[in-house]
T-cell receptor, first 112, second 114 residues
Framework: AQSVTQPDIHITVSEGASLELRCNYS??????LFWYVQSPGQGLQLLLK??????LVQGIKGFEAEFKRSQSSFNLRKPSVHWSDAAEYFC??????????FGSGTKLNVKP | EAGVTQFPSHSVIEKGQTVTLRCDPI?????LYWYRRVMGKEIKFLLH????????ESGMPNNRFLAERTGGTYSTLKVQPAELEDSGVYFC????????????FGPGTRLTVL
């Protein structure tokens, strides 16, 4: 069965510190992988996506993610977090015209 | 280019009442999806339209939910009668015919059933 796990419900980091949000998935075929962010009062914004090729993908706002097939993971990283990054982050998997499967989300709090 | 829009942004209704949510996809996007997030859990798929046809409605919770997409443009999701467990945030997303792998999401409608 397809599923996405985001093991960290809440994470707090200091501004300027590095960040890694974890995402593990279970999918029957080679999935397409996505990270979305939802800022307070906003909708879901696409940060980055992986379809194929280079397993390290760059996204907007300085984020990157690395696909590791052997670990069924697609972790999101940022070298230096800004206060404006405080939001909820969602990992999703899907393929072609099919529905997406989402994780439960990770809420990021940034300390000044 | 305008993004996916949803109306209303918030709705508070009594149990047993009817509510209709609307989604306007990005112009030219034939694929339209509805998702729901209940009480901080994962975002779950409800259904998928291709133009005006329902491609996949496997996620619809029960027959109190009715989705339509007249003319293959905007879509409505009606809940009748609403129950307490229907509370949550309803998201709409759309994608292109030729690049259907990326779904663009609207801001969501927060539904509260009292």
């Amino acid at each position: 069965a397809q599923s996405v796990t985001q093991p960290d419900i809440h994470i707090t980091v200091s501004e300027g510190a590095s960040l890694e949000l974890r995402c593990n998935y279970s999918y029957g075929a080679t999935p397409y992988l996505f990270w979305y962010v939802q800022s307070p009062g906003q909708g879901l914004q696409l940060l980055l996506k992986y379809f194929s090729g280079d397993t390290l993908v760059q996204g907007i706002k300085g984020f990157e993610a690395e696909f590791k097939r052997s670990q069924s993971s697609f972790n999101l990283r940022k070298p230096s977090v800004h206060w404006s990054d405080a939001a909820e982050y969602f990992c999703a998997v899907g393929r072609d015209f099919n529905k997406f499967y989402f994780g439960s989300g990770t809420k990021l709090n940034v300390k000044p | 280019e305008a993004g996916v829009t949803q109306f209303p942004s918030h709705s508070v209704i009594e149990k047993g009442q009817t509510v209709t949510l609307r989604c306007d996809p990005i112009s030219g996007h034939d694929n339209l999806y509805w998702y729901r997030r209940v009480m901080g859990k994962e975002i779950k798929f409800l259904l998928h339209f291709v133009k005006e046809s329902k491609q996949d409605e496997s996620g619809m919770p029960n027959n109190r939910f009715l989705a339509e997409r007249t003319g293959g443009t905007y879509s409505t999701l009606k809940v009748q009668p609403a129950e307490l467990e229907d509370s949550g945030v309803y998201f709409c997303a759309s994608s292109q015919e030729t690049a259907a792998d990326t779904q663009y999401f609207g801001p969501g409608t927060r539904l509260t059933v009292l």
